[in-house]
């Protein structure tokens, strides 16, 4: 006897996908896919709510999927799909949650279930990564008060439930860089960031090890810090679609033959790609890192010297060599990171530079094979570049420098940081040559103005030169500890040198006083990007953003009328020496000619710098000064200083960032003296 088949019953399942504001609109009409627990597979379309079903299935869990592929309307994602080198696997899904937004705003997901949910739906939490196949190239997932049930790829769903899925948005952070031409505040404080990274996690298994030293112990491993450093420093960002944010590439020996760990040493990891650390100044080392990446507006290039000055001055090479790639001259050991970090940057523009503009920056060391990578690249590559280099030391002749003048180039260099003024023809010349007609000593003008030496530099020939403009910040110390700071473009060695000149002055201030030559008895110390260049980069950002928005000039009068009574002091103690030079006796001509050659010169020098103080004082700084590009974004830039100024430490009230009390000095000038 037969018993009869038991039908198997058939139940609707629905689903429906949401964004974090609770709208089903951003994914209405993507097709889905679901499978059944027999393997057979259903198609549809999300309706106008984002939601969708399968009227008769075989009853049991589902499996919802989202394959279709983005159709390449929009350039940003044809040319991420398209590229040669690590094309993106981005669907359809993909770009409708890149356009969405946090609820939150800092990217957490909802704590609590969502009020306008039905009680009795399925409700969980998930990222576009949930329910695609290709997911390398996406986030790492976040946590989550109601995960879903995974079946890889795809989500499963309860049989004849209506289950609710959160999609969080696809956004990034990502820093704020102007890419016009002139400068901006903005930039000068933000590639001091960049330029302060020195190793980056991956966020791979695969990616190579880091060895750490005793001395790397002092790093956080991304930031190279000081052991006393104290405050923390964030940068400007924008919030972008995850597509446009700074990319790090995926990492899928699947996918991509250039992972294949059977490659052996030439396989790719992201560190590969993105980050070298094997960078020679010369026979030893590593000296030099370099850290590059890109979206579709911009390239980053970060470069970092790691040797400490001793090194340097005993192992590299210091010979002059000729720039291959040009004109000119340039510094060997220098000249020998370049070429390598060139090399890597190469390959990696290869892969993905489309045009955009080149950002470049560099700390001390770095900042010089910065230099002289900019112009190889300008060069070599024909692409706009713009460079940022901080307290960078000279790295080339007159010949180069004069070359290169078309690269746009901020030189920022702090007042009390003596690396800058190296190499030099003062490193040669012993301590005993500088006698009592050279080095000179003001009185009457304040701490930062007091020390002068005569023939650090040559008046004609000297072999090393800067490029760029300068960006010099001289603190401006009031009494009673008010303190200030101008941002200025000097002429004078007496402010230029102010650290090496010190150094010398201490030197011959020695009991008993020690003779030899210059580079063995003046200690270079190093400036932490994190306790000097930063906050000074800081304070120029908040001090421009407060004159911008007061429609005020970025030097005050009190500054000037400081400033200047200190130049015009240092200029008739400067006259006084001359004349005193001209009247010496008991030296040869030779050396009297000399000294009055080089006095009459910062002469010069200390008139024309007066000349740039007075430009400050009637400068009004424009929104595109402070931000760039961004003057152009309203909205953007008001959300990124919102989010910025939220840390306490980006807004805190510090006087280096503030113009000085408005009051007139006990011993001010005359607006007589002014105006004369």
């Not at 709208?23 to 549809?44: F, I, W």
Request: with cysteine; net charge negative; glycine share 6%.
């Amino acid at each position: 006897m037969f018993k009869p088949l038991r039908t198997r019953p058939y139940l609707d399942t629905r689903f429906q996908l949401l964004d974090e504001h609770g709208a089903g609109a951003p994914y209405a009409g993507l097709v889905y896919e679901l499978v059944d627990r027999e393997g057979q597979v259903h198609h549809g379309y999300l309706d106008g709510t984002g939601a969708g079903k399968v009227g008769r299935h075989i009853a049991g869990p589902v499996t919802v999927l989202f394959r279709q592929a983005h159709d390449r309307s929009r350039a940003v994602y044809s040319r991420l799909m398209d590229r040669k080198h690590y094309p993106h696997r981005i669907t359809e899904l993909q770009v409708r949650a890149e356009q969405t937004r946090w609820l939150d705003t800092v990217g957490k997901r909802t704590p609590v279930r969502p009020v306008h949910i039905d009680n009795d739906a399925d409700y969980f939490q998930v990222e576009v990564r949930h329910l695609v196949e290709h997911v390398s190239h996406l986030p790492p997932l976040v946590d989550s008060p109601y995960p879903p049930a995974c079946s890889a790829p795809g989500i499963t769903l309860a049989s004849g439930r209506y289950t609710v899925l959160e999609v969080r948005p696809l956004r990034a952070l990502c820093p704020l860089l102007s890419t016009d031409p002139q400068f901006c505040a903005l930039n000068l404080y933000q590639l001091a960031l960049m330029a302060t990274l020195s190793d980056c996690p991956f966020g791979h298994s695969r990616g190579r090890p880091r060895a750490r030293s005793v001395s790397e112990e002092l790093s956080m491993g991304d930031w190279q810090v000081s052991p006393g450093q104290a405050k923390s420093w964030y940068p400007l960002y924008e919030d972008v679609a995850y597509s446009s944010r700074l990319e790090i590439v995926p990492f899928d020996p699947v996918l991509y033959p250039a992972n294949d760990p059977h490659s052996g040493s030439a396989q790719e990891t992201p560190a590969t790609v993105h980050f070298r650390d094997d960078i020679h100044l010369g026979r030893e080392g590593p000296d030099v890192q370099t850290f590059v990446t890109h979206n579709h507006e911009v390239m980053v290039i970060a470069v970092r010297g790691t040797c400490s000055w001793t090194d340097f001055l005993r192992d590299v090479d210091a010979r002059q060599v000729p720039f291959v790639e040009g004109r000119g001259n340039v510094h060997c050991g220098f000249y020998t990171a370049a070429r390598q970090a060139c090399t890597f940057v190469e390959a990696y523009m290869d892969k993905f530079h489309a045009g955009q503009p080149v950002l470049i920056c560099g700390h001390s060391l770095g900042g010089a094979v910065a230099l002289v990578l900019a112009q190889m690249l300008r060069l070599r590559r024909s692409c706009e570049v713009q460079l940022y280099t901080y307290g960078a030391p000279r790295a080339a002749d007159a010949t180069f420098v004069s070359a290169a003048q078309g690269l746009l180039h901020q030189r920022m260099v702090n007042h009390n940081d003596a690396i800058p003024s190296v190499p030099g023809s003062w490193m040669s010349t012993r301590l005993s040559a500088y006698g009592a007609g050279a080095l000179m000593t003001f009185t009457s003008v304040p701490e930062g103005f007091g020390v002068f030496v005569a023939g650090l530099n040559h008046l004609l020939g000297e072999p090393y030169q800067h490029h760029g403009t300068l960006r010099h910040f001289m603190p401006v110390e009031f009494a009673q500890g008010q303190v200030s700071h101008v941002l200025w473009e000097p002429l004078s060695d007496t402010v230029t040198q102010h650290a090496l000149s010190l150094a010398v002055l201490e030197q011959k201030s020695a009991v008993p006083e020690p003779d030899g030559p210059l580079e063995q008895l003046v200690e270079i110390g190093q400036q932490f990007m994190v306790d000097s260049y930063i906050p000074s980069c800081w304070a120029v950002l908040r001090r421009s953003q407060q004159a911008q928005q007061a429609r005020c000039s970025l030097v005050t009068e009190r500054e000037v009328l400081f400033v200047d009574q200190a130049l015009e002091h240092q200029a008739q103690q400067l006259r006084l020496k001359y004349r005193e030079e001209m009247a010496r006796t008991g030296s040869s001509f030779e050396v009297q000619v000399q000294t009055m050659n080089l006095l009459m010169r910062e002469m010069g020098n200390v008139h024309q710098t007066r000349k740039q103080l007075y430009k400050l004082r009637f400068k009004v700084p424009s929104q595109a000064d402070v931000f760039g590009c961004f003057a152009l974004h309203p909205e953007a830039l008001a959300q990124s200083l919102v989010r910025w100024e939220a840390h306490s430490e980006s807004s805190r009230i510090d006087q280096l960032a503030m113009a000085p009390v408005d009051e007139l000095l006990e011993d001010s000038l005359s607006w007589g003296h002014m105006l004369a």
